[in-house]
């Protein structure tokens, strides 16, 4: 017998709720990952933040369909927004629409990329197929001491 993942297993509203809470931290995660690098012409930062997005992105739609990765697409978008905006020193963690002839391209640039990146990599995710997110169950341990019954396939 195989088991799904413990937050798929659950009710529609504990998936919502865990959707909800790893697109907040995906979206505030990749938002602070984002500019690393980008000083240095080196955007790996931005590779990682589409990474954290992007799987996150995929649990939720292999958790809650494609309501679920709706969700997580409002809920994401609305961090990295609220984020991108001043805080209360004026200081910006998304800084973006400024030109400079000493501050290299992906510093003046990267910002966009990531906020508009991040909806992007979100949609494609709508549009494939549902096939596509089915995830492997993991064996159930039922014998007495923590082996997997013989009649299982492995």
């Known amino acids: 017998?195989?088991?799904?993942?413990?937050?798929?297993?659950?009710?529609?509203?504990?998936?919502?709720?865990?959707?909800?809470?790893?697109?907040?931290?995906?979206?505030?995660?990749?938002?602070?990952?984002?500019?690393?690098?980008?000083?240095?012409?080196?955007?790996?930062?931005?590779?990682?933040?589409?990474?954290?997005?992007?799987?996150?992105?995929?649990?939720?739609?292999?958790?809650?369909?494609?309501?679920?990765?709706?969700?997580h697409l409002i809920v994401s978008y609305l961090t990295i927004w609220t984020l991108a905006m001043p805080g209360p020193g004026g200081d910006l963690m998304l800084p973006i629409g400024f030109r400079s002839a000493t501050i290299p391209w992906w510093s003046q640039?990267?910002?966009?990329?990531?906020?508009?990146?991040?909806?992007?990599v979100q949609l494609l995710l709508l549009v494939c197929p549902k096939r596509w997110f089915r995830t492997m169950s993991a064996p159930v341990d039922d014998t007495a001491d923590g082996s997997v019954a013989q009649g299982e396939g492995r």
């Open 1 to 71: 017998m195989r088991r799904s993942p413990w937050s798929h297993r659950q009710n529609a509203v504990v998936r919502t709720l865990v959707t909800i809470a790893s697109a907040a931290a995906a979206g505030a995660c990749g938002t602070l990952a984002h500019r690393m690098g980008a000083s240095m012409n080196i955007p790996y930062g931005l590779v990682l933040a589409f990474l954290i997005i992007g799987m996150s992105a995929w649990c939720a739609r292999a958790r809650g369909g494609v309501i679920g990765l709706a969700f």
């Open 109 to 120: 640039h990267v910002g966009y990329i990531w906020l508009y990146g991040s909806l992007i």
